[in-house]
Each structure stands twice: as structure tokens, then as C-alpha cells.
């Protein structure tokens, strides 16, 4: 992957934005009950959630990228790899950070990890594909057009 990218819109004018290797973005929560295991239904310890975890790291990675995009474009997670290896009390904050370690084309590849106030406790990739949001809704609603013609 080179170490940034310029996108083009759909009329193939330059949008003159760049994500770079090494941007950084960062998202912090207060771990309160509703963001527990037992309230988000992943489990019936009262810690952080797994899927808490991950929405934090995908925040932070927006963080890192959306304000570099064009009008009318934004980034769409496609794939995570993590694992949460701490347990977080319900009172403690958490901070996530995301770096931008590849570019390509549409596609950004992140390092991502989460740390409560004493540990690690989560850490992985991530990818995002930026899309022109128009196109995109375009080709959601056509599938959901798709699907009432049945």
C-alpha cells in the first residue's frame, strides 16, 4: 500500500485529501452499566463488553480519518481483528487509539489498541474503505428494492 492517497470524486476531479501512514485518532469513554457485558448482551459479567471495546476502536479510527475526506464521502468499517485480553470495571476510563499503517487506493488499514486506566486491554486491526456516499446509498437502496420484488 503507498503512504497516502488522493481521492478523485466520481467525475474523476481530484478531491485534493490526503490519509497518511502514521495519522493517529483517538475516542475515551467512562465505562458506566450500560456498557457492560450483561446490558449489551455478551455476557453476564459487569465489565466492559467486548463490542463496546471494538465500537472505541473503530471511533478512534474515524477520529483519525474522516475530517481528511472530501464532502460527501466517509470511511465504512470491513474488517476487525482484535482481541480483549483485561477486564474494565464499571467507573474506569478507557481511551482507544487508532494509526494508520497502510493506504490503498480506498482502503485503510489501522493498528488499533485500547487501554483502561491500569492495563491494556484490547488490541488489533482494523480496515475502513472510503465511499462516495451517494454511490453507496445508492446501492443499499437498490438492494432493498431488490428484496420487495420477491
Same mark, same amino acid.
Given at each position: ?63 483519525? @480519518? /474522516?475530517? +481528511?475526506?472530501? *464532502?460527501?464521502?466517509?470511511?465504512? #468499517?470491513? !474488517?476487525?481483528? $482484535?482481541?480483549?485480553?483485561? &477486564? ?23 493498528? @488499533? /489498541?485500547? +487501554?483502561?486506566? *491500569?492495563?491494556?486491554?484490547?488490541? #488489533?486491526? !482494523?480496515?475502513? $474503505?472510503?465511499?462516495?456516499? &451517494? ?16
Amino acid at each position: 500500500m503507498a503512504d497516502r492517497k488522493t481521492w478523485h470524486s466520481s467525475k474523476g476531479t481530484p478531491a485534493m485529501v490526503e490519509i497518511e501512514v502514521g495519522m493517529t485518532g483517538t475516542a475515551e469513554l467512562v465505562v458506566e452499566a450500560a456498557h457492560t457485558a450483561p446490558r449489551i448482551g455478551s455476557g453476564r459479567v459487569h465489565v466492559l463488553a467486548t463490542p463496546v471495546m471494538i465500537n472505541l476502536m473503530e471511533a478512534a479510527a474515524l477520529a483519525a @480519518v /474522516e475530517h +481528511r475526506l472530501p *464532502a460527501g464521502h466517509q470511511s465504512l #468499517g470491513t !474488517h476487525l481483528d $482484535v482481541s480483549h485480553v483485561a &477486564a474494565t470495571p464499571v467507573g474506569m476510563r478507557v481511551r482507544a487509539v487508532a494509526k494508520v499503517t497502510e493506504v490503498a487506493g480506498n482502503k485503510v488499514a489501522f493498528k @488499533v /489498541e485500547a +487501554r483502561d486506566e *491500569a492495563d491494556l486491554i484490547g488490541e #488489533g486491526r !482494523h480496515r475502513r $474503505v472510503v465511499v462516495e456516499v &451517494a454511490r453507496f446509498d445508492k446501492r443499499v437502496q437498490a438492494k432493498l428494492a431488490d428484496r420487495t420484488k420477491e
